[in-house]
């Protein structure tokens, strides 16, 4: 099993976190070369400020509904990136295969060694 890790900011509106959650798995699915078929879950994690919409929502507008998904609050750390929707795609990907873990707009702070 590899675990695929990403993030990526959002505003606080419907259409905004579903935009953005789309645009980050995407990029995931494309940077991996996943199938559908490969992802096993997905765990979703917003910090406190995006309560508009589940992220998983649009996972499932992207027409993926038997994936199964959670949506979890992120833990609040003082002086931690605000508006951000963090991402743990499970996947059955084999052992060596390299996976390319994604860090879009202000989240590319999380993770400078990776962008």
Known sequence: ???I??????QNTKEDILKDTTILIEEIIKANE?????I?????SATKDLDAVYPAE?????????IPMMCLQEMEVKGSLSHCIRVAV?????????????YLKEAKKLRPDLV
């Open 1 to 3: 099993m590899k675990v």
């Open 5 to 10: 890790r990403g993030a990526i900011t959002s």
């Open 34 to 38: 996943l199938e559908e078929k490969n």
């Open 40 to 44: 096993i879950s997905i765990f979703f």
């Open 58 to 66: 649009a996972v499932r507008n992207m027409g993926m509904t038997s």
């Open 90 to 102: 499970f996947t059955n990907l084999s052992d060596d295969k390299e996976v390319k873990h994604i």
